[in-house]
């Protein structure tokens, strides 16, 4: 329609003549500028969409398979009653001697010697920490498995979770994210407890109270508590903590190179001290392991690579509908730059234009991405109940990708209508 289009101001002071000019275009040309930005929407929604797919995927095949990074177990069983102390006493340094001789073995690899304990909570406590959706039995608040790791594999975990040795040996990392089955036997995953990282927590070990800090609250398990189906909130601390509390037993987890050649070490072991299951048990789990680690790598590939997929996918439409735009408006490029326009202001022209693509495109895309995420949500909850998570992650990179795409497919149409030849884009009528 033949009408004066105003131009804001702000967009006349910061882009000068080719940033109104670009404006005005966008206004007129409405059916190229709307192609443009569909086709960038549909990619920034269906990439939110898979990702929250992909999240809750991870999470629903977590409450089936474990990826874990040991293959061969040792269990060590006392005798005696924790009442009687002594006798109790004796036997367990009996059984963490025997582990220790175990650890070094060739074949062990890297190894760590799990102590566990158990933390009752006060009345008080119990009170504090209120019952959430995800559990439904009161008696399974009474208590947290207190769990310590050998020096150098809490010094991985630290590493893992970005923690610091010195900060955290006196306190607990609380581990709180637990599969649990509900009246209808539908899974539900969730924490039990309203604490989070700076708490204090208050409790008895083997009848002296305890004040526990929480250092981290955090998902991620070390080797021995891949176990979703306890019901029970875990304390990772450090072999410190536990030396002063005391622990019940102990376990070795390792991750040898050959299991197998391992297996027989330990059995020469057993034979040579006299040793019987009853003292020891040891399992090889090499093709246990290797078959859940396979299920979750094959789940990894399907996931990622299906995200991978559709991000080609997107990548691909936007730069055939951007350069596809670009080439079509060849002859106007040259008209405005026939008629004087400077190589800065056609630059600064099409700087604006990729801003208003980028900007329309999120500003409409991310809220309908939103709407799928729940929608994916929602199908999974089905299965199993869980907490709807904000794809924060997914918008962050869906912004970047945004940017940097169109910036590089703008770039590289700039460049190539820059080499055209000015008088033969005007003269050539076949577009």
Known sequence: KNKKLKCPKIITKIFKTGGEIAYKNLKRSKKKYRTTVISIIVSVVIFIAISSFIQYGFKMSSAYYTEKNYNYVVYTYTTASPEDTEEFAKEREKSLKMLTDISNLPDVGDVSINKPHTFDMNMDEKHKAELTESNSNQEQIDNVNIISLSKNAYDAYLKKIGGDYETYKDGAILIDNNINLDEKGK???????????????????????????????????PNGVENLYNTNAYFIVSEDFINKTGYISATLYAQSNDADKLDAEVEQYKKDNNLTDSNLNSFNLEESVRAENAVVLVISIFLYGFIGVITLIGITNIFNTITTNMNLRKKEFAMLKSIGMTKKEFNRMIRLESIFYGVKSLVIGIPIGLVLS??????????????????????????????????????????????????????????
């Open 187 to 221: 899974k539900i995953q969730g924490s039990m407890y309203t604490w989070k990282k700076g708490d204090t927590v208050t409790g008895k070990i083997n009848d002296k109270e305890y004040n526990i800090k929480i250092v981290a609250k955090t998902e991620e398990r």
């Open 374 to 431: 729940y929608g994916m949500y929602n199908v999974f909850k089905n299965s199993m109940e869980m907490d709807y998570v904000l794809p924060y992650k997914a918008i962050a990179v869906a912004v970047i990708f945004v940017a940097v795409v169109i910036g590089i497919i703008m770039k590289y149409s700039m460049s190539k209508i820059n080499k055209q030849n000015i008088i033969e884009t005007i003269r050539n009528d076949n577009i």
